[in-house]
């Protein structure tokens, strides 16, 4: 489903509220138990054919439920994102093989080339591995991650579930490249915070990401309190890519964030070269 002015997602009506009526049980579930509980400590008073053995039977069976529609309610969560994303790209675009535009992949080459003399590149989210291709054609060590079984990454693993990255690479990179395959309205800073779990917060990297995710957020807001209390590290430069560059089948604005890089001019807006004159 799209708005057929800008076309931008728009989440199913059927979706919001199937998922408001699994919080509204789980909520009134929670509110039985906190009653049970106060009653076996007086501060509410029995029904008069109720019984403490009975209460505390009660209140076990209202936790097993509780965890029990909690562990659906996530399951119900990745199913509504499975289905949001069939709304979003057509059925034949799996969002795993959102591949980098070689002209990107070059331009970003050309600005870090003279900052990244050497040692390995990485690539999480490799896809085909047109990220790294620059970087492997002027004869740096490159490295692909991916969990796309026919992807060109080195390992076919999960990110999320390296532990450290000695287990699966010997070698320390030098970039860290990401180009992750999210929609329009998820949030990168699992990504982001996996990248500084892994490599610390000093790590160069240039990551895709979206305006959001730094502008626009409440105060309270958990991605806001991630850049104040420092758990994220600076952003030395921003560029601005033009919509529809990320990917051509849909809307939404992205822009590259660089980290660890210094020498770099606040921000910059991304021309693309003409195809004929790569390489």
């Given at each position: 489903m799209f708005n057929t002015k800008n076309n931008t997602p728009i989440i199913s009506e059927q979706l919001i509220l199937e998922e408001k009526g699994q919080k509204e049980e789980i909520?009134?579930?929670?509110?039985?138990?906190?009653?049970?509980?106060?009653?076996?400590?007086?501060?509410?008073?029995?029904?008069?054919?109720?019984?403490?053995?009975?209460?505390?039977?009660?209140?076990?069976?209202?936790?097993?439920?509780?965890?029990?529609?909690?562990q659906l309610d996530e399951k119900n969560t990745q199913d509504k994102d499975d289905s949001i994303w069939e709304m979003i790209y057509p059925k034949q675009i799996k969002k795993q093989n959102i591949n980098t535009d070689p002209r990107?992949?070059?331009?970003i080459f050309e600005l870090l080339k003279e900052k990244i003399t050497s040692g390995l590149i990485v690539d999480i989210g490799s896809g085909d591995g047109s990220l790294l291709a620059p970087w492997k054609q002027?004869?740096?060590?490159?490295?692909?991650?991916?969990?796309?079984?026919?992807?060109?990454?080195?390992v076919k693993i999960n990110f999320f579930k390296v532990d450290k990255w000695s287990d699966i690479c010997s070698q320390s990179p030098s970039l860290v490249l990401s180009n992750p395959s999210f929609p329009p309205y998820h949030t990168l800073l699992p990504w982001l915070g996996k990248i500084i779990e892994l490599f610390g917060k000093d790590q160069s990297i240039v990551l895709f990401s979206k305006p959001n995710q730094r502008i626009g957020n409440s105060l309270d807001s958990e991605v806001y309190q991630k850049w104040l209390s420092g758990k994220f590290p600076e952003i030395k430069s921003i560029a601005s890519l033009y919509l529809k560059m990320r990917d051509d089948k849909i809307n939404y604005n992205c822009e590259l964030w660089?980290?660890?890089?210094?020498?770099?001019?606040?921000?910059?807006?991304?021309?693309p070269p003409k195809l004929n004159e790569i390489g």
């Open positions: 909520n009134k579930l929670q509110e039985q138990l906190n009653i049970a509980c106060d009653k076996l400590r007086g501060t509410v008073c029995w029904e008069s054919w109720e019984t403490r053995e009975g209460i505390e039977n009660f209140i076990e069976e209202l936790k097993k439920e509780i965890e029990l529609k909690k990107l992949s070059q331009w002027a004869g740096y060590n490159t490295f692909g991650i991916d969990l796309v079984e026919n992807s060109s990454a080195e660089f980290f660890g890089i210094n020498g770099l001019k606040p921000h910059y807006f991304f021309q």
